[in-house]
């Protein structure tokens, strides 16, 4: 699976209409795009941090398929009608990957969070494996969290050089803003990566927080397949 | 006990350089201590091994430092975070006296599943 996501900030001038109309095209292009099996694109919700105002995220079937597609010539065009005019969207963070280790299953509908990290500090082979290997192992310990995926990045751009996405799905708010931050194996354990106090400390404190309501399965059903859901 | 009143201990220990334990005290004390209060922890014990100041080996040091539950640790946090100045005490002044140093969270045992009825 080959899969891309924006955090989209439009220009903070435009009024509700221009944002409702930027949010049409922006859907059009997407249904437009060839080979896409699923497509997310939802205003973020309040309490995202670096986020925007939109969450947009596709999913190829493949990377060759999902490179040709975003090459094409029609999506090509549409991106750059939609996101070249910093009078109208002021900034983009944009993440691409294939390399992804996820299990769970999703609720179906519910709450979608994605964080983008940079994990820029003294980042050798083994503090990656570590950190990777303690994130994914939340999801044994949070029970809120329904599905969920850490993906490295093949293409990033925007605020940082973003290494890692990190994406869960719950059925409701409560999942995330309850059990996921107050849960002792995040706040006592997993941060200590994101923590400058500490000396494990690994990803820039710039870091996407971003979640949106769904009323569709957005992290990949194949890859539920592929991993059992965690005890 | 609801979780936000568990008292949560964060601990820093610390093993300075040689001859740089009483130095390293002093900076802190004056550099990091105040800033860490103010972001709403309690220094509950100061202490120091061996009791004496050894001028060519090394001091080990610990801070035991505590925070109301889960919401004061992320109170903490987030306003650390928010100041470049404190990774640059980490990484820079103190680093300059430390040879090692761990920090760890701890909570009583009996306050395990309180803490994890989230």
């Not at chain 1, 990033?156 to 996405?165: F, Q």
């Not at chain 2, 201590?33 to 009791?51: M, Q």
Request: one cysteine or more.
């Amino acid at each position: 699976m080959f899969e891309a996501l924006k955090l989209i900030t439009l220009a903070p001038q435009l009024g509700p209409a221009e944002r409702e109309q930027f949010r049409l095209a922006l859907q059009a292009a997407t249904a437009a795009l060839p080979s896409a099996p699923r497509a997310l694109l939802e205003p973020v919700l309040p309490g995202s941090y670096n986020a925007g105002d939109f969450i947009w995220r596709v999913s190829f079937v493949d990377e060759r398929a999902g490179r040709r597609a975003l090459a094409g010539g029609s999506w090509r065009d549409a991106e750059a009608q939609l996101f070249a005019d910093r009078s109208r969207v002021a900034q983009v963070e944009h993440v691409a990957w294939e390399r992804a280790v996820g299990g769970g299953r999703s609720p179906g509908r519910g709450i979608h969070r994605v964080a983008l990290f940079c994990a820029n500090q003294s980042p050798s082979a083994e503090r990656l494996a570590k950190f990777a290997a303690e994130t994914v192992a939340m999801p044994q310990h949070i029970r809120s969290i329904r599905s969920w995926q850490l993906a490295t990045t093949s293409d990033a751009d925007g605020s940082r050089p973003w290494t890692h996405v990190w994406e869960q799905e719950y059925t409701d708010l409560e999942g995330l803003t309850g059990a996921y931050m107050m849960h002792p194996y995040h706040w006592a354990h997993v941060d200590r990566w994101f923590d400058p106090e500490w000396p494990e400390w690994l990803v820039d404190c710039m870091l996407c927080h971003a979640f949106c309501a769904t009323s569709a399965p957005v992290i990949g059903s194949a890859l539920s397949q592929a991993c059992p859901p965690t005890a | 006990m609801p979780a936000s009143s568990i008292t949560v201990f964060v601990v820093d220990d610390i093993t300075t350089k040689p001859g740089s334990g009483a130095a390293f005290m002093e900076a802190c004390e004056r550099r990091y201590v105040p800033d860490a209060k103010a972001r709403g922890l309690t220094l509950l014990h100061r202490l120091v091994s061996p009791p004496v100041w050894l001028p060519d080996q090394s001091n080990r040091l610990l801070f035991v430092w505590t925070a109301p539950g889960a919401a004061g640790v992320w109170a903490a946090k987030l306003a650390g975070r928010a100041d470049p100045l404190l990774a640059e005490w980490w990484q820079g002044e103190a680093a300059a006296f430390i040879e090692s140093r761990t920090r760890a969270v701890f909570a009583d045992p009996a306050d395990i599943a309180a803490l994890n009825h989230v």
